[in-house]
Structures are given as C-alpha cells and as structure tokens.
C-alpha cells in the first residue's frame, strides 16, 4: 500500500475491513488500506504502513526531560537550538 509522504505526515491512515465481502476491490480508495480481520489479508500492509506512520512522526513526538538545576540554562538553551520546546518549568526535587 503506497503513501505519499503527506499522509504520512498527517498520521491518518484509512482502513477498510471486511474486504472479503466486496464483490470488487475498485471501490477501495487508491490510498486505503484494505483488509480481511476474519482470515489475515492484508494485516502485514497495515503493519508496515504503521511502522512507517509512527517512524515519520517520530520527530514530532513530546517528551519530558530533567536536569540537575544547576544545569538547566545550557540545556535549555540546547533543547531551543536543536528542537523545540513548548513549555518551560522548573521543578526541585526535594
């Protein structure tokens, strides 16, 4: 199942079950995932259209990190420099 990098972007992914009961696979969009829960067809595509769903979207994933305080302006002023960062704060451990 070929995807163009704009829906792999966009991390939606169409799916069609039951592809068994179709008389034609012709009503199944070009980009749509076709597949058969009851006997397999089509779960390995579907698989692979993940793996590569999730490895493009990779870069937008959020994450939580710590620093020793001490330490904070050079790695925020790094994290701004190489990334983004959407929040600041500042918790001490006691």
């Known amino acids: 199942a070929g995807m163009s990098e704009q829906k792999l972007q966009s991390a939606v992914i169409e799916v069609w079950n039951k592809i068994d009961l179709l008389n034609s696979m012709s009503f199944v969009p070009p980009e749509a995932i076709p597949v058969c829960a009851a006997d397999g067809t089509g779960v390995d595509?579907?698989?692979?259209?993940?793996?590569?769903?999730?490895?493009?979207?990779?870069?937008?994933?959020?994450?939580?990190?710590?620093?020793?305080?001490?330490?904070?302006?050079?790695?925020?002023?790094?994290?701004?420099?190489?990334?983004?960062?959407?929040?600041?704060?500042?918790t001490i451990d006691q």
């Open 45 to 90: 595509d579907l698989l692979q259209v993940l793996d590569a769903v999730i490895g493009a979207q990779t870069e937008k994933q959020m994450r939580t990190v710590h620093f020793p305080q001490e330490l904070m302006p050079q790695a925020m002023a790094f994290l701004r420099r190489h990334g983004s960062v959407s929040e600041d704060s500042l």
